[in-house]
């Protein structure tokens, strides 16, 4: 059996659209990319969205658009993708790294705390792999304090906290959909807020710091550049893609959830792994199991035609990059970044997964224990 890690939810009406707009000639700035601002931004019941070219570059633009710069500390997960860190060292800011919960991956919450000093204006908050943040704790805190709150949404489409959706706890969320998400346009992102002004100030910044949109111009043009702006646009036919399948989410999302309750209550028995309890607030872009002997679970997964991932084997802590720049000398006081690292696998649980598929994960795991 060859049982793929992700597949693109991409139809054929999909590629009919995109190819109806490449026929147009008219493939950046329009509706498709306004509709599905629109609707993104209404499925997340947030005030304001703003597509971008990367879920990198709207965390890079919710930085610059809190005026983050040089002398100012930020505080981001030990474990997660380095594009979380990197949009905080992008600006000047110096990131200031903390250790994360040894089974959700997500930060925790007592050694942020730890880490805050005068010096610290936000902390990024990454619901990995689904999962929500706990963010009643970070919230209260970071009010009181005045540190702000931006949210790296990239696993986490359709996953809420406290019947909100995440994004709308911070100063910005940013989403990704890169062809292993959810939702796909290729490359690509989304950036929600409900502050008027960081929503302006993103528009303006994602567009070389152009104050006028096309459409706003009165004269073809006639506008003005007043920030150090970057490209950070999403293409017209690229909307296209990530409207038609957000239209869909919801199905597709309520298979996500089908298939990782699925795989939770055939693998929960198994002592030698740990699932994380079931959550209807996760998006499930994964489904991760943590265990020992992870090196041959997974060439025998190789060998079983099951393909999975690692979310994420290194901390960003053992990056080379930050591990020099920041002098880590010892990457153990992120114990708990460095267990999640050494001990999680990211199973499928994509929406074109058919039963007989899930029973094979689920089986081909427990031989795979029950054999050694």
Not at 257 to 260: F, I, L, M, Y
Not at 271 to 276: A, S
């Given at each position: 059996m060859n049982i793929k890690f992700s597949k693109v939810d991409i139809r054929n009406s999909d590629i009919e659209s995109v190819s109806d707009i490449l026929k147009s000639g008219w493939l950046t700035h329009g509706?498709?990319?306004?509709?599905?601002e629109n609707e993104f931004k209404n499925y997340t019941n947030s005030r304001f969205a703003v597509t971008v070219s990367s879920c990198t570059a709207g965390l890079h633009l919710s930085c610059l658009a809190m005026g983050l710069k040089k002398g100012h500390e930020v505080i981001v997960p030990a474990q997660s993708h380095v594009a979380t860190a990197h949009a905080v060292e992008y600006t000047g800011a110096k990131v200031i790294f903390s250790d994360v919960d040894p089974i959700t991956g997500n930060i925790d919450f007592n050694n942020f705390k730890s880490k805050v000093t005068e010096k610290t204006k936000a902390v990024i908050l990454v619901h990995m792999a689904g999962f929500p943040c706990d963010l009643r704790y970070f919230v209260n805190f970071c009010k009181k304090r005045?540190?702000?709150i931006i949210e790296d949404c990239a696993h986490a489409l359709g996953t809420n906290f406290n019947k909100r959706h995440v994004g709308n706890f911070g100063i910005s969320g940013s989403f990704s959909f890169y062809p292993t998400k959810q939702i796909t346009t290729g490359e690509g992102g989304m950036v929600v807020t409900n502050d008027k002004?960081?929503?302006k100030k993103i528009l303006v910044l994602k567009a070389f710091g152009i104050d006028?949109?096309?459409d706003k111009r009165k004269k073809p043009g006639d506008y003005n550049v007043k920030y150090l702006g970057y490209n950070f646009r999403m293409t017209d036919f690229q909307a296209s893609l990530g409207l038609n399948q957000l239209r869909r989410y919801k199905s597709n999302l309520i298979k996500r959830?089908?298939?990782?309750f699925f795989l939770h209550e055939k693998l929960k028995s198994i002592?030698?792994?740990?699932?994380?309890p079931f959550s209807?607030?996760?998006?499930?872009?994964?489904?991760?199991i943590f265990c020992k002997k992870r090196n041959k679970l997974t060439e025998h997964l190789k060998k079983s035609g099951i393909g999975f991932s690692i979310h994420y084997m290194r901390p960003i802590t053992a990056m080379s990059y930050y591990k020099n720049k920041y002098k880590i000398n010892n990457i153990?006081?992120?114990?708990?970044?460095?267990?999640y690292g050494n001990r999680c696998i990211s199973l499928p649980v994509h929406p074109y997964l058919k039963p007989k598929e899930l029973n094979y994960i689920a089986n081909s795991i427990k031989s795979f224990y029950i054999d050694t």
């Open positions: 509706q498709n990319t306004k509709n599905f005045k540190i702000k002004k960081i929503f006028k949109d096309i959830k089908k298939n990782a002592k030698q792994i740990y699932t994380m209807k607030d996760c998006s499930y872009f994964v489904f991760q153990k006081y992120f114990k708990n970044a460095l267990l």
